[in-house]
Nanobody, 125 residues
Framework: QVQVVESGGGLVQAGGSLRLSCAAS????????MGWFRQAPGKERELVAV????????YYEDSVKGRFTISRDNAKDSVYLQMNNLKPEDAAVYYC??????????????????WGRGTQVTVSS
């Protein structure tokens, strides 16, 4: 069993930056692929970025490519999402999640086994 807790959300002006953190406990996350998701009001939860268990492979949703960076520190059981040049459309609750499934199915929200409660990101225009 893995527990994940997100932090680092807040209010930022458009063009600004935030760094989200995801701290895991209960079991080492070194065997899990880790993803960041977001959900805006009235919208479905969507995948933002994924990083492989080793950290060697990453995936980004098209709208965040070049602006967001996912990283991890397995020694600290932590995952991060650096968000730069934030836009109003990035505003959402951001969730961290862990998956033990194959990389090929990680675009599917249902492939994740453990979820945090989320952290709110608000971007003012």
């Amino acid at each position: 069993q893995v527990q994940v807790v997100e932090s680092g959300g807040g209010l930022v002006q458009a063009g600004g930056s935030l760094r989200l953190s995801c701290a895991a406990s209960g079991r080492s996350i070194s065997v899990y692929h880790m993803g960041w998701f977001r959900q805006a009001p009235g919208k479905e939860r969507e995948l933002v970025a994924v990083i492989s268990a080793s950290g060697g492979i990453t995936y980004y949703e098209d709208s965040v490519k070049g602006r967001f960076t996912i990283s991890r520190d397995n020694a600290k059981d932590s995952v991060y999402l650096q968000m730069n040049n934030l836009k109003p459309e990035d505003a959402a609750v951001y969730y961290c999640a862990a998956s033990a499934k194959f990389w090929s199915v990680l675009l599917n929200t249902k492939s994740y086994d453990y979820w945090g409660r989320g952290t709110q990101v608000t971007v003012s225009s």
